[in-house]
């Protein structure tokens, strides 16, 4: 068994560093999961003793968030860039929307998006290929000439009631774009958003939105699971279409590609067919680490605390360190900032590896560095980066 | 750390045993990848170190079953049912099938499918819930009373060239019947096939398929991942439709949901976004393994092996163990048998457990017991197993 030599502080946007204690106890069990004389990866998830891991996840997930009764929440697997079509489908085949009016020509019922950054963006273009009448209430690039921050809600551009869902991205990872509370919509509206990226770090009122879904593998759990919270009415549809009806005007196609159904997984209790056995594994134990170590309220004092110290450093330099991000909107979760040049950047990434800092490179989209702090990450890493960040500015600041 | 007091034989259908030799490297390096000082599932997939990872894992598998160069490998999330859906959608969009005359009033050129048990049952009621022209070349619950086997050539009801494709199952793990060889069909049509609970038991001739897919938890990796093998010329599409043309009458939805979408991952290398580390890593070092310890042709003859010896003790119980499937489809992997009672195989199953056999009761929606003997399963377990049914019916023979 090999342990690392030197403490490593892995800074990375996801997959992200995971608690010390989860990594510990995967690594204890792996031949031998409970006394099965099996790994978990080699049980059948048909099997009481996987039943009893997937029943221990949703509860403990369920109580994290507070979820409400009347949600159903479900585990499955492709990633929040399946939600991206999944949404599409389920929503525009609820009740609800099936019975909105629509504009005219258009195919389906006005579906609004806020395009605050590259998920956001990915999100709205998918529900546009998929045939869905798309409004942008807000282009943050297009308004303030980069993903910066999200526009005034004064030239926001809502359809109101006739909107099927209005969907927003909590916390745009690649750009550290954060809009923790929801936006103001019409009630009768709901509101459906990836929070992949920083869920678990506040707590969060689920009776407000319509959907909630999130990879796992930021802040809750290992890549292969995403995780979707959907109200109960929002699954109610009109009499089941079947095969000949697929040309129906409703929807360029009303039945919903098998495993992209939210139904099929509810019905199943998200066990339709094998699930990613070890990504359910580690999110359950993290959820129950999460909730051991005192909760979203205990992991946002967390989140305050770590990601002050950097936007902190990131003020006292005089300009050296730049974030890009308007101040109203900045990410407790990702933390994106520049140097004056990029051989500089280049400069600052070498010694931070040097210094066993890991994963701080920005996405390749748009460069610079990128600090992710996630709940997992210990406050020492923090404090670690910012002593670099001071002694680096020392040495190089003009 | 714990270690099993017991050597357990796992005979499960899916998730199932894995070689010891990877589960001791997945706990040697579940704190530390390669020296990296992190996880494999702390990394992001756009580090050097995972780009390495996934590279061996595709250079292995294309070894392993000496896949040709105008194949493309791709390995994706959700599981084979998802590609159920992924057939559909992509092999319409190919140029070659947009070519094709359809019936009268059909929505789809005609896909052929044959159906031989649970799995190709599924996915053909897929195709046909998608809008596909479903013919059934073969229905064997239908012609034979149960899923039992193949009925001969002479009954099936080929579509010939005018197919879009040819799509089957290569061993039905609930029912234990197995095709290791494609069936014959126009040389214009592409042959689909379902490998998941058989690959990698035996040398296929790839060449002869247009796609081949399977999920990797049985014979190859850890669940969360499938691969999808595809002939190039199988990705060629008429002219990209843009959501104006969602409701074209060639095909419902010409429109591709985003992660449903071969060429997607394809252009992406399979990291279009974040894969499931961690059955991506188990499943690169079982592809490692299998070619180390003699590849395809060493797993048929042990495959053979072990199911001859309890193909053979069913053989030779008089009665008292029957094997429902017919001869000559009868599966390597998956060994259904049944006892004069269900109170019998009760008990059986009970002694089985005290022996510490695990997982040997039938799939749910058929009963009795079936004894998966997938690759990694020592032939020791199958002398035990076998040693443990002469002795049962010693004890209850009438």
């Known amino acids: 068994m090999t342990t690392p030599d030197k403490q490593v502080w892995n800074f990375g946007a996801g997959p992200s560093v995971l608690p010390r204690a989860v990594l510990e106890q995967a690594q204890a069990e792996m031949l031998d999961y409970q006394g099965t004389g099996m790994s978990i990866i080699e049980l059948s998830h048909r099997t009481p ?8 996840l949703e509860a403990d997930f369920r109580r994290l968030l507070s979820v409400p009764d009347n949600y159903r929440v479900i585990f499955v697997q492709g990633g929040a860039s399946t939600q991206f079509s999944g949404v599409v489908y389920n929503l525009l085949a609820s009740r609800r929307a099936q019975q909105l ?15 605050t950054g590259g998920w956001s963006s990915k999100a709205a273009e998918e529900a546009r290929k998929l045939g869905a009448d798309v409004n942008l209430v807000v282009d943050s690039k297009k308004t303030l000439g980069a993903y910066r921050g999200v526009p005034d809600a004064s030239e926001w551009r809502l359809s109101g009631e006739r909107a099927a869902y209005v969907y927003y991205c909590a916390n745009e990872t690649v750009d550290g774009v954060e809009m923790r509370v929801p936006p103001q919509v019409h009630p009768d509206v709901p509101i459906v958003c990836d929070m992949s990226s920083d869920i678990m770090s506040y707590p969060v009122d689920v009776s407000r939105f319509g959907v909630i879904y999130a990879g796992v593998q930021k802040n809750m759990g290992a890549a292969g699971l995403t995780v979707v919270i959907i109200r109960d009415d929002l699954l109610e549809r009109t009499p089941a279409a079947d095969a000949t009806t697929n040309t129906s005007p409703r929807f360029p196609s009303t039945y919903i590609p098998l495993m992209l159904d939210w139904t099929v997984h509810v019905k199943n209790g998200s066990l339709y067919n094998t699930p990613p056995m070890f990504s359910n594994y580690i999110t359950a134990l993290y959820c129950a680490h999460t909730l051991a170590e005192g909760g979203v309220t205990e992991m946002e004092r967390r989140a305050v605390e770590k990601s002050t110290l950097i936007y902190d450093a990131i003020a006292a330099s005089s300009g050296f360190y730049r974030c890009p991000v308007d101040e109203p909107y900045r990410s407790r979760m990702n933390i994106p900032f520049r140097l004056r040049e990029e051989a500089l950047e280049k ?24 600090a992710s702090v996630y709940n997992a990450l210990p406050v020492e890493a923090v404090h670690a980066l910012v002593a670099y960040m001071h002694e680096f500015r020392q040495e190089h600041q003009q």
């Open 49 to 56: 003793e996987f039943q009893a891991l997937q029943d221990r």
């Open 347 to 370: 400069l600052f990434l070498q010694g931070a590896e040097a210094r066993h800092m890991r994963q701080l490179k920005g996405h390749r989209s748009v460069g610079g560095i990128r």
């Open 101 to 115: 009016p629509r504009a005219d020509g258009a195919a389906t019922p006005v579906v609004d998006y806020l395009v």
